[in-house]
């Protein structure tokens, strides 16, 4: 019955609101406002009761005027007014309770703070990194399980219900059968709602998936019962507090995605110390007081109105540690790194722009191999030096198939256009110096130019003392740094590490005794003639042997040396070889080119001359047919018929020499013409059957019946058709 009245209520509803909110009656179901399965989450607004309840006064006094109507003509509105009544009762009572659950929503809702954090953003990556840590979901009963790095921090959590044993917590670096352990991290589920106790309050949490279609997109959504949003403040420094120590031995790595401009994490590094790079000594200290003082001097550059950004260019050979300082630098400043590769696919002008725009005020921007993206990307010319030719191209830039775009304009634009952020360290590497625009390396561009060599005798002791631990203080008696010895941190030998001993025995020296093993490996490498990533390799290899590591070093540095020449002979061979051939190939392309041209030449000519020949009878055949009067042409018929008579059999020579005499001196025009291209006699003659068929046809269309038979005729006749 009341399911009977509410759907009349509805209807009658209806009739008055037709293109309410909902648009009506949408798939067999009433809008949401009148329905039965209301939806307590959108609760009904006060301003949407007041005219329902109007509109039931106004059917109430409908129902009355109808009834009045009906009485005076008899009719019985009994059943009618019954009905009525339940449609007003039933209305009154869905209305009411419709109110009651607006206004306790509109209760709530007054009582409940709540906050939106989107992926895009830190807060979401330290919420959701707080959020894992939260004993609360090891007594959950939905909860996500992730072997995967929280958020952006790239942490192994160890969180509450850990499926790790107990003994193993603490060595993150644990192998088993060869493969890392992998802890795993309770997190909210998608589309359930949580409560969480936190500092007295009840915290409701609800992480949603903002674009489920694309797999992407998570928000989470924090609502608490308080009376200011104070709560919520503590709660969002508290996780920035935890993800920034938890992140503090790491590096953030983002990298441009040049499909949809935008920066994507690519993973958190451990913190490079900078001791571990050996450079000569004060260059290590002069870049990072350089770049401790630039990042703390943000009022200084807006009072002199200069642009708050400062350029480092790191030039020199390959593997001499221009990347690894960087990373170190964003270790030791707590800086993440943005890298852009200039040449990736997609790469534009406006790309870049908008990359450029969206780096947060303090990081690193890295723009790797410079020369190499510039050249690819500016000059579209692999054999480039990228000098400054290539800016006059950069002006005819023209889109490549993987459409990079970019502009040596486009990118300087971006680096310090308006559309550029400030408060950014723009570390550029290259090994190329030479290559580079003037533009480019500027200063204002490029405020402060480092030169990487090859390993000199200093760097090499540097980096033998960094790979072979000392024994401690306590086992070997302590050494005494010797007056005017360096105390730069990358000559002194590294502490062991703190980890548990690792399983392969790498033989523990005194101190002394390293230092004296890193003199004479020093003493052994020439100097500026090894990369320092090369010594590191060898270093590697032996890093279990320290004295054997020095005593083969002269071995290791002949064979170095052979490999070198070796590689540099292979590679002019291969160079001399690939250019042979494309000389070879330039060479024969050429002449087929020519021979092309003069086939092409040739055909030409004998066109134009063929066509020059049909102008020539055709000039003479009109002539002879417009100009040689009725009388000639009697006069030829005279001539000619008794010689066909004579010949019946007359072939086309006969009919030639006819046409000769006929065309007369215009004839020899056309013999001496034949008589030039002997050497193409059959083409000849098939030119002479075209005109001769030609002439046939034209004379063809004049007979009249009237007029005596020209001498055609008998060509038409004595022709081989
Ligand atoms: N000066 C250095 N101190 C310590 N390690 C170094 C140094 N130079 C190179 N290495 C080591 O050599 C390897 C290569 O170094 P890195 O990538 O930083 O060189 P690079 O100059 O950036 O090379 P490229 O120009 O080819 O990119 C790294 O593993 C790094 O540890």
């Known amino acids: 019955m009341s399911q009977f009245i509410s759907d009349s209520v509805c209807q009658s509803l209806l009739a008055y609101y037709p293109q309410k909110r909902d648009g009506g009656v949408q798939d067999g179901r009433y809008p949401a406002f009148i329905t039965h399965e209301v939806d307590t989450r959108v609760p009904l607004k006060p301003e949407s009761i007041l005219p329902a309840y109007s509109w039931f006064a106004l059917l109430l006094s409908t129902m009355n005027v109808l009834s009045s109507m009906l009485s005076p003509l008899g009719m019985s509105t009994g059943a009618l007014q019954d009905t009525l009544k339940l449609v007003v009762i039933g209305g009154t009572v869905e209305t009411a309770r419709r109110a009651s659950v607006s206004a306790w929503n509109g209760f709530v809702d007054s009582f409940f703070l709540t906050a939106h954090f989107s992926e895009e953003d830190y807060p979401y990556d330290w919420l959701m990194h707080w959020l894992s840590k939260q ?79 694309y797999g992407h997109g998570s928000a989470l959504k924090i609502s608490v019962v308080a009376r200011n949003n104070d709560i919520l403040k503590k709660l969002v420094l508290e996780a920035k507090r935890e993800y920034e120590k938890d992140a503090e031995h790491r590096v953030h790595i983002f990298l441009a995605d040049t499909t949809y401009g935008c920066w994507r994490w690519n993973g958190a590094r451990q913190k490079r110390p900078m001791s571990s790079i050996v450079l000569q000594p004060g260059v290590k200290d002069m870049l990072l007081a350089d770049c401790k003082d630039f990042l703390c001097s943000e009022e200084w550059y807006a009072e002199r109105g200069i642009p708050f950004r400062r350029g480092y260019l790191l030039h020199g050979v ?17 800086l993440d790194i943005y890298v852009v590769s200039l040449s990736s696919k997609g790469m534009s002008d406006n790309t870049l722009t908008t990359l450029m725009g969206h780096v947060p005020t303090r990081c690193i921007l890295l723009l790797e191999d410079l020369d190499a993206a510039f050249t690819r990307s500016v000059s579209r010319d692999a054999t480039s030096t990228g000098a400054p030719a290539s800016t006059t191209s950069t002006q005819t830039t023209t889109a490549e198939s993987d459409g990079s775009t970019l502009s040596l304009s486009g990118l300087l634009n971006s680096l310090d256009g308006v559309a550029a952020a400030e408060g950014r360290l723009l570390f550029a590497t290259t090994n190329h110096i030479e290559r580079l625009d003037p533009a480019l390396s500027r200063p204002g561009r490029m405020d402060v130019w480092v030169n990487f060599t090859h390993a000199t005798k200093w760097q090499a002791e540097g980096i033998f003392k960094c790979f072979f631990p000392y024994k401690p203080a306590a086992v070997a008696a302590p050494s005494e740094t010797p007056a005017g010895e360096s105390t730069d941190a990358s000559q002194k030998n590294l502490p062991l590490p703190k980890r548990k001993a690792s399983t392969h025995a790498i033989p523990l020296l005194s101190e002394a005794e390293i230092s004296e093993l890193a003199k004479r490996f020093a003493a052994a490498i020439p100097e500026d003639e090894l990369s320092v990533a090369g010594l590191q390799g060898y270093l590697l290899k032996n890093k279990t042997r320290p004295r054997e590591c020095v005593d083969e070093v002269d071995e290791w540095i002949i064979q170095e040396r052979e490999t ?31 021979a092309k041209e003069a086939q092409e030449k040739e055909a030409k000519e004998k066109l134009e001359r063929k066509e020059a020949r049909l102008k020539a009878k055709k000039a003479l055949a009109s002539k002879s047919d417009s100009s040689v009067p009725a009388d000639a042409t009697t006069t030829t018929e005279s001539t000619t018929a008794p010689a066909a008579a004579a010949t019946p059999a007359a072939d086309e020579s006969s009919s030639s020499s006819s046409e ?39 004379v063809k269309s004049q007979p009249s019946p009237a007029e005596p038979q020209p001498e055609a005729t008998t060509t038409e006749e004595s022709s081989p058709s």
């Open 135 to 213: 004993p609360a979901w090891g007594r959950s009963r939905e909860f996500e399980i992730t072997t995967r790095s929280v958020g952006r921090n790239g942490l192994t959590q160890t969180t509450t219900g850990d499926l790790e044993e107990e003994e193993d917590d603490d060595d993150d670096d644990a192998l088993i059968h060869g493969r890392r352990k992998r802890k795993v991290a309770f997190m909210p589920s998608v589309d359930s709602v949580h409560s969480l106790y936190y500092r007295g309050h009840w915290l409701k949490i609800t992480r949603t998936k903002r674009y489920p279609d």
């Open 318 to 334: 390959p593997g001499s540690g221009k990347t690894s300082l960087i990373h170190s630098l964003a270790g030791e400043l707590g």
């Open 564 to 594: 070198r020449e070796k590689l540099k002979k292979e590679k002019a061979e291969r160079e001399a070889k690939e250019k042979k051939e494309t000389e070879e190939r330039e060479k024969k392309e050429k002449e087929e080119k020519e």
């Open 660 to 698: 000769s005499d006929t065309i007369g001196v215009e004839a020899d025009t056309e013999e001496s013409v034949t008589s030039e291209e002997e050497e193409d006699k059959a083409e000849d003659a098939a030119v002479k059957e075209g005109a001769k068929k030609e002439k046939w046809v034209a």
